[in-house]
């Protein structure tokens, strides 16, 4: 059951995989930013999807001093390894960490995500660690993947993601206590 796209925003919800946990693929720009782990924990989706739905529900001015998606994005990975914080990127791109997105728990960890908003459009930028380095910045990896979408599409992706996640996590719930 996918909502929104693979070629823009989407999740791709597997709700037959497991049990316990909500099986779900996370497409930004055509890639699939979670390969390696997709069975999330009901509870914490959950919230994560209503936390990302009350940051996006109305049109946001983009960022001060926001000139492009990418070059924001450059900006916050490089203000992660200037942890001295000596630089001009480290403090613009602190700042743009507020935007930080998919920040979902342990099936999101290999992916570094910014979601800009700016008025009725939301850049996401991202860069998966495909088995780079021992840590961000380590190791050269391919280029950000970039794609712009529509605020209102990111916020029916979102909701209708969220009232499945619930009642999925509902379904799971009422089997346990059934079990008890």
Known sequence: MLFGSRTGFGL???VAHDPQLLCVDIFV???HVNTWDNAFYPPLLVKKLKDELSRFRTPT???TGFVSPLEAFRLAEDSMRDDAGTGAASEAGSEL?????LDWGECTDGVLAFAFPDGDRVHLVCRVRDGGGPA???EARHEPT???VRRTVLVETLEHSLAIAER???ARLAVIKDRK
């Open 61 to 63: 001015a983009p960022p």
């Open 29 to 31: 720009g055509g890639l």
């Open 136 to 138: 961000w910045g380590t």
């Open 168 to 170: 999925e996590w509902a």
């Open 97 to 101: 960490w507020r935007y930080w997105f």
């Open 146 to 148: 970039v794609v712009s």
């Open 12 to 14: 791709e919800f597997h």
